[in-house]
């Protein structure tokens, strides 16, 4: 998105650790938001959402890299996705729902493999511009039970779905207590151990009063 872009649309983030739930709800939050606001929803991921992004979610997830490197892809990733697929539905009326963004970086990179959170705040800067959540969605749980569930289901066997509960715990606890310098007030923290039936009656509300 360029600085003079005028954005229509509302950017919705979901956030939360592997596993805390947010694939199950997303199409729920979409149809919510459809049925409440009346607008198009474009649902997208992170890192993905744009071929070349997608590209490089596999890289990201699949090969091993050291930590920055991790960062620097995410945010080419990222620059690729706002530009070509985000930027524009925010500017023709869409609302974006999408599946991690930039507090994704700062929880697994900088919480979890110890990077610092002001340089990678300083790089989310430059790829993202002017571009903020209206509102993160943050599924919380704790690491135990999600590491619980995501063996239920089977797990996808990706470079992250593979670290130790101490790793989501250092992810957990930026979510909860480094938020970005802004984020506060635009991020609804949720009690992800709730039933889905429970949580589908929290989204409403917090959807309702976007
Ligand atoms: N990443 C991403 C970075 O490191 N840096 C970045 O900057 C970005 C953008 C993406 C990975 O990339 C990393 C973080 C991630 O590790 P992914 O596969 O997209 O990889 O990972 P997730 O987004 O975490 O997706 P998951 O599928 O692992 O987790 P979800 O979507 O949170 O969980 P979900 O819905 O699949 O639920 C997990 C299991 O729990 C059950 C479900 O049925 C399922 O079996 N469940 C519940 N059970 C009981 N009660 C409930 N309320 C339940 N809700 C769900």
Request: charged letters at 25%.
């Amino acid at each position: 998105m360029s600085q003079t872009s005028k954005r229509l649309g509302k950017f919705i983030v979901l956030e939360g650790i592997d596993g805390a739930g947010k694939s199950t709800h997303i199409d729920f939050i979409a149809e919510t938001i459809r049925a409440a606001h009346g607008v198009q929803v474009l649902i997208t991921r992170e890192p993905g959402g744009t071929p070349l992004a997608e590209k490089i979610r596999e890289l990201v997830l699949h090969q091993a890299m050291d930590v920055q490197t991790e960062v620097l892809l995410v945010a080419a990733a990222r620059r690729d996705h706002v530009r070509q697929l985000i930027g524009p539905a925010l500017e023709r009326g869409d609302w974006v729902l999408c599946d991690r963004f930039v507090d994704s970086t700062r929880a697994y990179q900088g919480g979890g493999g110890g990077v610092d959170l002001g340089w990678i705040d300083g790089i989310n800067r430059e790829v993202s511009g002017p571009l903020e959540p209206d509102r993160v969605i943050l599924f919380d749980l704790p690491s135990q039970i999600a590491a619980a569930r995501r063996g239920g289901r089977g797990g996808h066997g990706d470079r992250f779905e593979a670290q130790d509960v101490a790793y989501f715990e250092r992810v957990r606890d930026v979510y909860l207590t480094q938020m970005r310098p802004g984020a506060q007030e635009k991020t609804s923290i949720l009690n992800a151990e709730l039933d889905v039936s429970r949580i589908q009656m929290e989204l409403q509300k917090i959807i309702i009063n976007i």
